[in-house]
C-alpha cells in the first residue's frame, strides 16, 4: 500500500525504521547494488568547490566528517549531533576553543592514514589560510571566524574561533563540511576524489553516471551493508520518475517529486513510500544592482511587489509550500518568522492588487506603461524547478508593464555564470546546509560570502549578522534573525518568493532509509541501508 508521509511526520516513518539510534533488527541483508538517479549532471566531484546538490549527495557516502547529524533522526538539530571521525570534542573555558579527539585506525580508500593533519589541512584551505588550494570556495564565509587549527599528535586537532559562535559545530556536522586529504591535488579531488566514507569511487562519467563500490577498509566495521551504489545521470524529470515507477531504482532523487507527481507515482507503485517535506531550499529572485536598470531602486522595488507568493505556491506545490522570510518557516524551521509576522514585512500582505497597483506607478514614474514596457531577461537554471518557478516570474514582471523572456541556461554552467555576475534579473534556488542564519544570512547576505549572488552590501546587516552570531541566547538572537529578514525584505536584497517542499520517494525493498525534514544536502553516507530483495 501506498504511503504518503507529510511535513513533521517522518518522525513516524523512522520509528519504524529504526530504535534509539541503531537499526532495528530486521535481520538486515549484505549485498546489492543501490540504484538512484542524478537529476543534473554534476560540475565537479569536489564537495567542497561546488554549491550543487547535485554534487553533494552522490558523492558525501566517499566522505567523512569530524561530526554529523544523526543519520537516524529525521530532523537535523543541535542535539542531534554524533561523531564521525571525532570520537569527542569540548571547548575550553572561554569557548573559544573547540578540541576534538580523533580516532585511530582510519584510512584514506588509497591506504594512508587519517591523522589530525588532515583535519588542519581541510580546515586551514577553506579559511583561507591556505591560500589557493581551491578553485572556487563558497562556503569560505562559514570559517571567517576560525582563525587556527592546531594539532597535537596524530588525534587530536583544536580550533581557535576569534569570537564565539554557538553555531560552529552545527555547520561542520553539514554534509557540505566534509574532510580531505593534505596528500591529493584539489584538481584529483574533481574528478577522482579520495576519501574515509563508506564508499569508493569506481567511476564518474560525464552526463552519463557515477558508480560507487563498499570500501572494504571502513573504519566504521559491518558498515555499510551493500555492495555499491549506481547513479544514472537523468536529466528529464518525467523520464527519471517513470524509471523509478517502473522499478528501475530503488530512490528517487531528493525533493525531485512534486506534488502532482506524487498521485502519479502513488497510481503507478502503490507499495512505495513518499516523504513530502520542507527542503530549506528557498526560491528567490535574484537582481543584479550592477547591471542597468537594477541599479535604480524604484526598480527593484516593483519587482518585489510583482511577486503573487499564493499563486506561486498553489500553482507548484498545490498549496503545500510555505511564504516566509529566508529562514526555514516553523514549526520545522527553528529560526523562521511566525506567519503574521512574515505578513507584516515589506511586500508579504498578500494584498496583490495593491502592490502590483503600487508597482504601476513606480514604473509609470520611470516612464513605462502598457505600450512602453522594460524587457529584461530572466535568467535560471535548466532545471525542472528552477524553470518553473522562472515562468511564474515572467508572468508576474510583465503585469507591472515589464517586457520579460525566460533565458534558460544549461545546469552545469548555470553556477558558472552565478559566480561571474553574468545575468541582470533571475530565479534561483539557494540550497541551505543547514537550519541557522550564520548559514543562511551570512551566506547569503555578508559583503564578504562567495555565496552572496548579488553582490548585495549593507554594513548594518552585517553588523547584525555578527552579532547573532555570537548570542548564545535562542530566543535573543532570534529576535535578532527577525530583525534582519525585516530590512532584507524592505531593502529588496534577494525577495523569497516560497520556501518549497517536495516528495522523495522509495520502493518498499529499500530498508534502513530516513528522510530528512529540514536540509536535503545531510545525511547521505547510506551506510545503514539495506536491499530486501
Not at 554534487?55 to 547529524?69: E, G, I, Q, R
Not at 591506504?111 to 583535519?119: E, R
Not at 528501475?248 to 512505495?272: G, N, W
Not at 552570531?469 to 531593502?491: C, G, N
Request: net charge neutral.
Amino acid at each position: 500500500m501506498f504511503r504518503w508521509v507529510p511535513k513533521g511526520m517522518t518522525l513516524l516513518l523512522a520509528a519504524t525504521i529504526v530504535s534509539g539510534g541503531p537499526i532495528e533488527v530486521l535481520a538486515q541483508k549484505s549485498g546489492g547494488t543501490l540504484r538512484i538517479y542524478n537529476s543534473t549532471n554534476p560540475p565537479s566531484a569536489s564537495i567542497h568547490e561546488e554549491a550543487t546538490i547535485a554534487t553533494v549527495v552522490p558523492f558525501a557516502a566517499l566522505f567523512s566528517n569530524l561530526v554529523m547529524y544523526d543519520p537516524t533522526k529525521p530532523r537535523n538539530s543541535f542535539d542531534a549531533i554524533v561523531p564521525e571521525l571525532a570520537e569527542s570534542w569540548s571547548y575550553d573555558d572561554s569557548k573559544l576553543k573547540l578540541t576534538f579527539k580523533l580516532r585511530q585506525g582510519v584510512k584514506w580508500h588509497d591506504g594512508k592514514p587519517f591523522t589530525a593533519k588532515d583535519v588542519q589541512c581541510t580546515f586551514h584551505r577553506l579559511n583561507g589560510k591556505e591560500e589557493g588550494f581551491f578553485r572556487r570556495n563558497p562556503r569560505k564565509i562559514w570559517y571567517e571566524n576560525l582563525t587556527e587549527v592546531t594539532v597535537n599528535g596524530d588525534h587530536e586537532a583544536t580550533f581557535h574561533l576569534g569570537r564565539h559562535q554557538p553555531s560552529f559545530i552545527a555547520m561542520l556536522a553539514s554534509g557540505f563540511t566534509p574532510l580531505y586529504p593534505c596528500h591529493v591535488d584539489a584538481k584529483d579531488m574533481r574528478t577522482a576524489p579520495i576519501g574515509t566514507g563508506p564508499f569508493k569511487l569506481a567511476s564518474f562519467k560525464s552526463n552519463d553516471s557515477i558508480k560507487l563500490v563498499r570500501n572494504p577498509d571502513y573504519w566504521k566495521k559491518g558498515f555499510p551493508y551493500v555492495d555499491a551504489i549506481d547513479w544514472r545521470i537523468i536529466p528529464s524529470r518525467s523520464t527519471r520518475i517513470l524509471a523509478f515507477s517502473a522499478g528501475e531504482f530503488d530512490l528517487t532523487f531528493v525533493a525531485d517529486v512534486p506534488a502532482a507527481l506524487v498521485r502519479d507515482v502513488a497510481k503507478q507503485s502503490p507499495a512505495a513510500t513518499c516523504a513530502y517535506t520542507p527542503t530549506n531550499v528557498p526560491t528567490n529572485i535574484i537582481i543584479n544592482r550592477d547591471r542597468e536598470p537594477f541599479g535604480n531602486a524604484d526598480v527593484r522595488r516593483a519587482v518585489a511587489l510583482s511577486l503573487d507568493r499564493k499563486s506561486a505556491v498553489d500553482i507548484l506545490s498545490e498549496g503545500k509550500s510555505d511564504i516566509a522570510g529566508w529562514m526555514l518557516a516553523p514549526p520545522v524551521g527553528a529560526w523562521g518568522m511566525p506567519p503574521d509576522e512574515v505578513r507584516k514585512m515589506s511586500g508579504y500582505d498578500g494584498d496583490l492588487e495593491k502592490n502590483r497597483g503600487e508597482a504601476r506607478k513606480i514604473m509609470e514614474g520611470l516612464g513605462y506603461g502598457p505600450n512602453k514596457r522594460l524587457t529584461v531577461k530572466v535568467s535560471t537554471r535548466d532545471f525542472a524547478s528552477y524553470r518553473d518557478a522562472a515562468v511564474l516570474l515572467v508572468d508576474y514582471l510583465n503585469q507591472v508593464y515589464f517586457d520579460a523572456h525566460l533565458d534558460v541556461v544549461e545546469s552545469s554552467v548555470w553556477f558558472n555564470r552565478l559566480n561571474r555576475y553574468d545575468y541582470s534579473i533571475g530565479l534561483n534556488l539557494s540550497g541551505v546546509g543547514i537550519d541557522d542564519p550564520d548559514v543562511t544570512l551570512a551566506g547569503g547576505f555578508a559583503c564578504t560570502s562567495e555565496m552572496n549572488r548579488t553582490k548585495y552590501c549593507n554594513p548594518e546587516i552585517d553588523a547584525l549578522i555578527e552579532k547573532q552570531s555570537r548570542e548564545w541566547d535562542i530566543e535573543k538572537r532570534r529576535q535578532i534573525v527577525w530583525e534582519i529578514e525585516r530590512k532584507l525584505a524592505a531593502d529588496v536584497a534577494r525577495p523569497v518568493l516560497f520556501h518549497n517542499k517536495a516528495g522523495t520517494c522509495w520502493h518498499p525493498h529499500l530498508k534502513g532509509y530516513v528522510h530528512q525534514e529540514n536540509s536535503i544536502y545531510n545525511n547521505w553516507r547510506f551506510e545503514t541501508v539495506w536491499l530486501d530483495k
